[in-house]
């Protein structure tokens, strides 16, 4: 199985900073045919579901805020979110689609300093 | 809108089985995938396997083969995930969640979650 190892395990960021976490893959998600990255980043508030926030490593889902943004390709890929607001505050999951056994990273979880 | 509705919190004694549903309202039952996914109290979240509702084709990691059995009604757009020789580390959130079809399996959608407790 691919294993998806997330940095750090736990943030805080000042309102308005910027957010960086980290996101490594065992092995390469890109798929060179399509040239596409087989990555997703999730968020999960407390007591709700996970949330999709970016696909393809890259492609923000709809209605989702542009502070957020992936970045990345092959086994390295970062979610950025560039001023921190207090609502987001939650753990923050990536996972690869590119092997047929998913998998998700451990979680980060994100606090306001 | 586009709804996926788990039924209710299980208790469950070790050794039994559990049957979880999620019934798709608001978008063809059948162009998407169905996963399910558990989150165990205080962790991070663990893919159990996916059905295609068109055909009834599974995919299931290898932690789950031969415990975990998933199945579709597509009369009433419900999928269901049934687990058996319940253990006391399977008490989890169980999420179910759906993909469209391809290979993209990023979920766009998900349950709400049901808990399922294993105690004696």
């Known amino acids: 199985d691919i294993v998806m190892t997330q940095s750090p395990d736990s943030l805080a960021v000042s309102l308005g900073e910027r957010a960086t976490i980290t996101c490594k893959s065992s092995q390469s998600v890109l798929y060179s045919s399509n040239n596409k990255n087989y990555l997703a980043w999730y968020q999960q508030k407390p007591g709700q579901p996970p949330k999709l926030l970016i696909y393809?490593?890259?492609t923000r889902e709809s209605g989702v805020p542009d502070r957020f943004s992936g970045s990345g390709s092959g086994t390295d890929f970062t979610l950025t979110i560039s001023s921190l607001q207090a609502e987001d505050v939650a753990v923050y999951y990536c996972q690869q689609y590119y092997s047929r056994a998913i998998t998700f990273g451990q979680g980060t979880r994100l606090e306001i300093k | 809108q586009v709804q996926l509705v788990q039924s209710g919190a299980e208790v469950k004694n070790p050794g039994a089985s559990v049957k979880v549903s999620c019934k798709a309202s608001g978008y063809t039952f059948t162009s998407y995938y169905m996963h399910w996914v558990r989150q165990a109290p205080g962790q991070g979240l663990e893919w159990m396997g996916m059905i295609n509702p068109s055909d009834g084709g599974t995919n299931y990691p290898q932690k789950f083969q031969g415990r975990v059995s998933m199945t579709r009604d597509t009369s009433t757009s419900t999928v269901y995930m049934e687990l058996s020789s319940l253990r006391s580390e399977d008490t989890a959130l169980y999420y179910c969640a759906r993909t469209i079809y391809g290979d993209s399996y990023y979920m766009d959608v998900w349950g709400k979650g049901t808990t399922v407790i294993v105690s004696s």
């Open positions: 393809w490593a890259s």
